[in-house]
């Protein structure tokens, strides 16, 4: 097995309590010591990391969008994983709504497949919680467990009755399975396409109210209760509902949730301007206001944020051309996500890049119960290397992604990506960072 | 001028004025025997509605072939829609034509914008889902210019279904940037959320919002309404909105009284306010015609007509 020693570089591995300068050996696909002038054979490649740059234990994305099987011409495994590489991710746990939906080890096992052949970051599939996405009975969860899923949602269809998410809830105990919960009160969303405020009724837009999105996260927290069973609020985006996820960790409710990087750092002010009516705004849970974005920033800062993950969600060109009430939901995020989190969190003083590899890997890992999230030794090579200082111009064109619906082209960002390391295997390099591999 | 009419907030204060100015003279033109000048000769202008229309289609088709354009009217409701085309798809397909001047109204607001985007034409919004109606709100301040000889500083009353409206935004834009008070009234479930950011006063108490008034604005109650449950009854509509003689009575004696069209007559108005001697209904349907002269003539025709 080939031994490779990354030397320099400030290894921020909060699991293992370590912040400075260290090297990490890895041997094979594994990490095998941690520490100061590790000592190297004759075998032994070197790689010297530049000063200033960051290794971390890789970033996992637990709310992400592959679209295949179905929907090929958004995304595919394969560009939806170089997509996460390139972002820094060297895991990503996919959403069930594609077409087949993932209610059955058959597509579970395709998609593994998939993430096999293309081999850039690891795949973690999650299953439905109802057959079909359809909220009506549910889908045959330990076959899901059994073939692979790593948790349950019904993720885009939120389970419309307390009786199915309370049977889900119960029923995962049993495979220590989180059930992922897209909060939405579906007759207070109605067909509403925009936070419900001033923006959107200037602008003749239909709102939907933080209410929808709280509502049901207090239904699922007060379910989680009563069954004991895990419940994990996806893209929470309300400041209600962060209020509901503080009430439900203080009464000992097993609920955790996660932010995306639009909803930390955009308003939405950005329906009317700088592009009116432009469609890669157009996300569910919508952009909300200052109250809310400041809210999800507080969150963060406090630790009622468990997790920050993307909603990565790639649309065709042809489906965001359109009026901005037919244009589907979403965003694509992989790619962005860590200078967002450098330029908005960490270089702007929320919190500390400690608390960054928290959110981004040590606290999907646990919540997901997947390996990573520590640069422990003996864990897997799952490295992400980050240039806190890079600028970095988001180009959409560039994008690894097969989309390219981002409200972020052209912003000029504080932070990046500089390589990433899947099982020892160096499956992106960044080519504006100088790292000699 | 921009390069389009895609809102109120388009145009300048000065803009407004221009075109209420150049309205007058475009009446004039209306009233002759021969009622049609050059002014948009070898101009050609598309009307693209993708909602049925009847008085904002046959008006701005008026105006057109006052100023001598070439009009052509598509309802594309009717055809590429039924056949899967999108509207960027439809609007490239008809500037691959060269037409100087697209008139757009469409269900979604926003539809202009889009349009404004990938159209090398001048857009002109006639109507967006329940964002804006600019050319309405244009030839509102036109009639209430003509009868109190000013905007600024009256009490302009606004009642009814605030929230699905196009009129009432682009009334209350245009009409607090020239100065007016402007009041907006209607049951508490069709207000719109943070709307008095647009520096309105709302209210739910019609007989205060009428108090005084210089102007009172009836906006159209769709039957639909009580489906979303923002309303239980049309009566109950009538009896807790509706516009009575009763309530004209509160506003000030020389009130009068607007309404865009088309009235349910017995909901929102009733017939005697609507025929009654304060009633200027007809007069905004006229005045349409010569406030879209002006429009179309300053972008079309004002700067690049040689």
């Known amino acids: ?437 | 001028m921009n390069k389009d009419l895609l809102g109120i907030g388009d145009l300048t204060r000065d803009e407004i004025y221009a075109i209420l100015d150049t309205a007058e003279a475009m009446r004039e033109i209306g009233q002759r025997a021969i009622k049609k000048v050059p002014t948009l000769r070898g101009k050609t202008i598309v009307n693209l509605f993708y909602e049925p229309s009847t008085r904002t289609r046959t008006s701005f088709e008026i105006a057109e072939k006052r100023l001598s354009a070439d009009t052509l009217n598509i309802a594309a409701a009717q055809s590429s829609v039924l056949k899967g085309e999108t509207l960027a798809d439809t609007a490239l397909t008809i500037e691959a034509m060269q037409p100087d001047m697209i008139v757009l109204r469409h269900a979604s607001s926003g539809a202009g914008h889009l349009l404004s985007r990938i159209c090398r034409s001048r857009i002109i919004n006639a109507g967006d889902g329940t964002h804006e109606h600019p050319t309405q709100a244009l030839l509102d301040a036109f009639t209430i210019r003509e009868h109190k000889k000013r905007i600024e500083g009256l009490k302009v009353t606004i009642v009814g279904d605030l929230l699905h409206s196009r009129v009432l935004r682009s009334n209350a834009i245009l009409l607090t940037a020239l100065g007016a008070h402007v009041w907006i009234c209607g049951p508490s479930t069709l207000v719109p959320a943070g709307i008095d950011r647009l520096g309105v006063r709302v209210s739910t108490i019609v007989d205060e919002a009428v108090a005084d008034a210089d102007v009172i604005m009836m906006l159209r109650i769709q039957q639909e309404r009580m489906h979303g449950a923002f309303l239980p009854s049309l009566r109950e509509y009538f009896v807790t909105f509706g516009m009575t003689a009763a309530r004209v009575a509160r506003a000030k004696p020389d009130v009068i009284i607007m309404h865009p069209g088309p009235m349910n007559r017995g909901v929102e108005i009733a017939s005697e306010v609507a025929d009654g001697p304060y009633s200027v209904i007809l007069e905004q349907v006229a005045n349409g015609v010569a406030v879209r002269m002006a429009v179309l003539y300053m972008l079309g025709g004002g700067q690049d007509g040689d």
Request: glycine content about 10%; charged content about 25%; overall charge negative.
């Open chain 1, 1 to 437: 097995m080939t031994k490779t020693l990354l030397k320099g570089g400030r290894v921020v591995d909060p699991a293992n309590g370590r912040d400075g300068a260290f090297d990490v050996l890895i041997d094979g696909d594994r990490i095998a010591r941690v520490g100061r002038d590790v000592p190297v054979d004759a075998g032994t490649k070197v790689i010297e990391i530049p000063s200033g740059l960051v290794i971390c234990p890789g970033l996992i994305d637990m709310h992400v969008h592959l679209r295949e099987p179905g929907q090929e011409h958004k995304e595919t495994v394969a560009t939806g994983t170089a997509s996460a590489v390139a972002g820094g991710f060297t895991a990503v746990a996919c959403m069930p709504n594609t077409n087949p939906v993932n209610d059955n080890a058959g597509v579970t096992e395709y998609i593994l497949k998939k993430a096999a052949e293309a081999n850039l970051a690891r795949v973690y599939p999650i299953g439905a919680v109802s057959r079909g996405q359809k909220g009506e009975e549910l889908a045959d969860i330990a076959e899901l467990k059994q073939a692979g899923c790593v948790a349950v949602t019904d993720d885009g269809h939120p389970i419309a009755t307390a009786m199915l998410m309370r049977r889900a809830l119960e029923y995962t105990t049993m495979f220590h399975l989180p059930v992922i919960e897209h909060c939405e009160e579906q007759t207070l969303k109605g067909d509403g396409v925009a936070h419900e405020g001033f923006h959107a009724s200037a602008l003749g837009l239909r709102g939907i109210p933080g209410e929808a999105e709280s509502i049901m996260a207090l239904r699922d927290i007060s379910l989680a209760e009563l069954t004991r069973g895990v419940v994990h609020i996806a893209h929470m985006s309300a400041r209600q509902t962060l209020d509901a996820v503080r009430w439900g960790k203080t009464r000992g409710a097993r609920v955790t949730c996660e932010v995306t990087p639009h909803h930390f750092v955009l308003t939405d002010e950005m329906l009317g301007a700088p592009i009116a009516y432009d469609t890669n705004v157009k996300m569910n849970p919508p952009l909300r206001e200052t109250a809310d974005r400041d809210a999800m920033l507080a969150g963060i800062k406090d630790g009622s944020v468990d997790v920050i993950a993307t909603d990565h969600a790639p649309h065709h060109y042809d489906e965001k051309r359109v009026e901005f009430d037919r244009a589907p939901f979403g965003i694509v995020g992989l790619e962005t996500c860590v200078s967002l989190c450098f330029d908005r969190l960490v270089h702007s003083g929320v919190v500390s890049l400690a608390r960054i590899v928290e959110l981004l890997s040590v606290n999907p890992s646990r919540i997901l119960n997947v390996p990573g999230g520590s640069l422990a030794e003996g864990a897997p090579a799952d490295i992400s290397i980050l240039a806190p200082d890079l600028r970095v111009t988001v180009s959409a064109a560039r994008m690894k992604s097969k989309s390219r619906n981002t409200p972020f082209d052209g912003w000029q960002l504080r932070g990046g990506v500089a390589a990433t390391f899947v099982g020892g295997r160096a499956v992106f390099v960044n080519e504006n960072v100088s790292i000699d591999l």
